[in-house]
């Protein structure tokens, strides 16, 4: 997939699992990118050698973001905070206001697209899935800090979307796929500290999205017509449960197999860590591996001419290429990074409030 011609787009969250392969792609095929940095982070040296121009500026910076943005035609906004286990006003600061930034931001550009990083989380709830689509009515708010904060910063990027603006969001489930050190460096410590878990029998079925598949729908949505105020799911082609991927997982990382467990105590105990606010699963993180989900990508293969072209076994050969070129499942746990705190959310506002 690539676009009809160049473009310039602005790329934010080009330090991340999907930010860094989508930035890839497209210095690789010889668009005109940009990629933003807060001013006290750095650079990736990769984009950079690829020959992607750095912009300094912050999602709390609408000024910064729109001055970065101007002349450019597409922006990615795949910056956010991943992890459930960060504080919720951290999660509101960075992924619901840094949303609004972005927009504005857009407007006042000039661009003509924003395509928006959204996940699976946002319909995460305390039961299964299946053969789910984009509109299912949820009937209760989405389980966890995270996943409520990526559906209202989704539903203000789609209002936002009009005749000026093309605003969508795509939902993939499960990332994975080489370069991962958003979910695996977690898997690797879990495995170390007693064996991956299922939190159940591991018979639900998963629907998961390689990487590549996900650049490919990404790269789609920004060209596609008619997607305007809509969201996509994206995922994989193969079908699977749960205990089937993870063994698939653990053994091209040079883990254990996956150990099941029993879902009601795994989720009870979870309510109970998360309330104490102790290290370990928490309730969302039960239910994204112990629920069904499956999702109906329907939407996404007529709009965005979706077709995954990557098996879960041709990916599986290529994660395992990538763990032992990094050194091995010991190398990729030292790549997690630590959630964002309240000291660092308070960075961020001192500085929305010096900007204005």
Known sequence: MCYRGLVRVLLLGATGFVGGAIGRRLARDGHELRVLFGPHRPASAELTALGARVCQADLADPNGLAEAADGCDVIYHCAGESSGHAPPE??????????????RAARHAGVQRVVLLSCADASLVNRDRVHWKENAALGQRPLGAHARSQLLA????????DGRLTVSALRPALIWGPGDHTRLPGLCREARQGG????GAGDNLLSTTYIENLVDALL???QASDVGGQAFHVADSDILNAREFFTKLCAAVGLPPPRAGFYALSYAAAVVRRGLEREGPWPDDVARRGRACLLDCLRAVNALDYRPRVSVDEGMQALAAWVTQTGG??????????PTSREDIARHRRLADELG
């Open 90 to 103: 951290a999660l509101s600061w960075i992924n619901v206001a840094g949303t609004e930034n972005v927009l």
């Open 220 to 222: 789609a949505a920004a």
């Open 329 to 338: 499942p010991a190398a990729i746990e030292r790549l997690a990074r630590t």
């Open 196 to 199: 991956v878990r299922l939190f």
């Open 154 to 161: 989704e539903e203000l990027a789609l209002a936002a979307s």
